[in-house]
């Protein structure tokens, strides 16, 4: 931890505050395929984790921004909707929106700075873990529905984990046969690409491990455009790392799919009901790097 880095947080929150969270994320996506560029390459610079992951574009500072601009913009009035994390927050007109952002920049560098500290290697994923705490305080702070949401009277008459009307995260993914088929594809072909990588050279570790992350947050730059693509970033992280530490393609694919059943069960526990967005894909991710930790 340090007090530049800590500045550099607070500049990388309004900037993501200002892109919008979700369109900060596909740069992190783009930063994290240019970082696995280099570490192929042979660069000394470690450019997936100061910038993909640092204070430029880390999804604890960026997006978290976004989160939390767009959070503050629905209490103030001055925006519709505090789920919107597609809307960049300077559309909104308000300097102190943005300010919420750099501060919740701030916020994820220090939780993350802490986590690194406390936990043990691999204990699990801290940038995760913030991601949700952020979200988290963003809506205990900006919302009105509590941490786990409040039901509608529609909602009340299909049960809290039915989703359906405005209730609902990714509608062209939460049935479960669809979610099924689509984890076991992203699964299989990230695990095999991480396993092909790690296999020529242990150093390649973070080109192995990260890149199919990269390409799922890279390719929600089409859901910005409101093309029906899959969000699977926790799928494809999951199964990469499952299959480098089992060195089993199948096991990689199962905790991809895994993951991916577990991020839906977490939209519908924390976002579906709520006025304000907390990530299921970070929830699923921290979760699943802690099992990964616990069994490997």
């Known amino acids: 931890m340090n007090f530049v880095t800590l500045l550099a947080s607070f500049g990388g929150g309004i900037f993501g505050a200002a892109l919008g969270g979700l369109p900060a994320f596909v740069f992190t996506g783009f930063a994290v395929l240019v970082g696995a560029a280099a570490v192929l390459g042979g660069?000394?610079?470690?450019?997936?984790?100061?910038?993909?992951?640092?204070?430029?574009?880390?999804?604890?500072?960026?997006?978290?921004?976004?989160?939390?601009?767009?959070?503050?913009?629905?209490?103030?009035?001055?925006?519709?909707?505090?789920?919107?994390?597609?809307?960049?927050g300077a559309g909104f007109k308000d300097p102190m929106a943005l300010l919420v952002g750099g501060l919740f920049g701030i916020l994820g560098y220090l939780l993350v700075s802490v986590f690194n500290t406390?936990?043990?290697?691999?204990?699990?994923?801290?940038?995760?873990?913030?991601?949700?705490?952020?979200?988290?305080?963003?809506r205990l702070t900006f919302g009105k529905t509590g941490l786990f949401g409040t039901l509608s009277e529609d909602a009340q008459a299909r049960g809290r984990f039915t989703p359906g009307g405005n209730d609902v995260w990714v509608p062209h993914?939460?049935?479960f046969g669809q979610l099924f088929i689509i984890s076991l594809g992203v699964?299989?072909?990230?695990?095999?690409?991480?396993?092909?990588?790690?296999?020529?050279?242990?150093?390649?570790?973070?080109?192995?491990?990260?890149v199919g992350f990269g390409i799922s947050a890279a390719s929600?730059?089409?859901?910005?455009?409101?093309?029906?693509?899959?969000?699977?970033?926790?799928?494809?992280?999951?199964?990469?790392l499952a299959a480098i530490f089992s060195g089993s393609l199948f096991i990689g694919a199962l905790m991809g799919v895994i993951s991916a059943?577990?991020?839906?069960?977490?939209?519908?526990?924390?976002?579906?009901?709520?006025?304000?967005?907390?990530?299921?894909?970070?929830?699923?991710?921290?979760?699943?790097t802690f099992v990964l930790w616990v069994i490997f």
Not at 121 to 132: E, K, P, Q, S, Y
Not at 220 to 240: E, K
């Open 43 to 88: 660069s000394s610079f470690d450019f997936i984790s100061n910038v993909a992951f640092g204070p430029v574009f880390g999804p604890h500072v960026a997006f978290c921004g976004g989160v939390a601009a767009v959070a503050y913009a629905a209490k103030k009035g001055i925006h519709g909707a505090g789920k919107d994390i597609v809307s960049g």
């Open 118 to 138: 406390i936990f043990p290697a691999g204990f699990t994923d801290n940038i995760a873990l913030t991601v949700f705490l952020s979200n988290a305080i963003a």
């Open 173 to 175: 993914q939460q049935d």
């Open 187 to 210: 699964s299989l072909v990230t695990a095999w690409y991480a396993l092909t990588v790690i296999g020529i050279n242990e150093a390649y570790f973070p080109a192995a491990a990260f």
């Open 220 to 240: 929600l730059v089409f859901l910005c455009f409101g093309i029906n693509v899959p969000v699977t970033h926790h799928m494809t992280i999951i199964a990469s």
């Open 261 to 288: 059943f577990l991020g839906e069960f977490a939209s519908r526990t924390f976002f579906i009901h709520g006025d304000t967005h907390i990530d299921p894909p970070a929830t699923a991710i921290f979760i699943m």
